[in-house]
């Protein structure tokens, strides 16, 4: 069983265009993550989510908005996407607890044309 | 500003050259530094905690430890199959919770 999953895995598509991924946990963690990885490995924390309520929010552009419709799944939806915008999208799961034992997901390559 | 700093970017060994990875950090409110390792097309994988300076943790080749401003992956021995790269994390303590600070992350290459 996969115990971070997203979808889709790839995402190319072009500027301007609204799009989603979906993130599901089957840990039974009580919080969530996303984060963003650029073409140089950085990886950036952008938001949290514990109980479904936010609780980081990172500099990130309002075009960026998760949404949490239970403790298991955290989705991103993007705004009128831009160039920046292409990167490794990684979901992340934790005990709130032992935030620093996060369980990350395959990642999301979303590609800006 | 907090700060996680990683060195070298590369680093490739043959088969059982033993060597080290280096993270150092400047963060206020330090809650612990955490070492993943990262595959090729994959999410990182948790590898150590260490919270405080002396501790010391190790996993088969990989041993790591800390100091108050910086921590060391040591690889002994390592073999091809530790090809990946290697990320250090500090947790800092925000106003709406933990959150992991990545360091920009080693990525080794092991040859034969």
């Known amino acids: 069983d996969t115990a971070v999953s997203q979808t889709p895995k790839y995402l190319v598509t072009q500027m301007g265009n609204d799009k989603s991924i979906k993130c599901e946990q089957n840990l039974g963690h009580d919080t969530m993550y996303w984060y963003k990885q650029d073409s140089k490995k950085f990886l950036k924390i952008m938001f949290s989510?514990?109980?479904?309520?936010?609780?980081i929010n990172e500099t990130v552009p309002n075009r960026f908005s998760p949404k949490s419709p239970d403790k298991a799944h955290l989705n991103l939806h993007i705004n009128s996407l831009e160039l920046g915008d292409s990167a490794v999208y990684f979901c992340?799961?934790?005990?709130?607890?032992?935030?620093?034992?996060?369980?990350f997901g395959p990642g999301t390559r979303l590609t800006v044309t | 500003e907090d700060q996680v700093t990683q060195s070298p970017e590369a680093l490739r060994l043959q088969e059982g050259e033993s060597s080290s990875l280096n993270c150092s950090y400047t963060v206020s409110g330090l809650r612990g530094l955490f070492w993943y390792r990262q595959d090729p097309g994959k999410g990182p994988e948790f590898l150590f905690t260490?919270?405080?300076a002396g501790e010391e943790k190790e996993k088969e080749r990989l041993k790591a430890t800390l100091t108050k401003k910086e921590s060391f992956l040591h690889i002994t021995a390592p073999k091809p199959e530790d090809s990946a790269t290697y990320l250090c994390a500090v947790l800092i303590l925000t106003g709406g919770g933990n959150k992991l600070t990545f360091g920009t992350g080693t990525q080794l290459k092991v040859e034969l």
């Open positions: 989510y514990n109980n479904k309520e936010l609780i």
């Open positions: 260490l919270y405080s």
């Open positions: 992340a799961s934790s005990h709130f607890g032992r935030s620093y034992e996060q369980y």
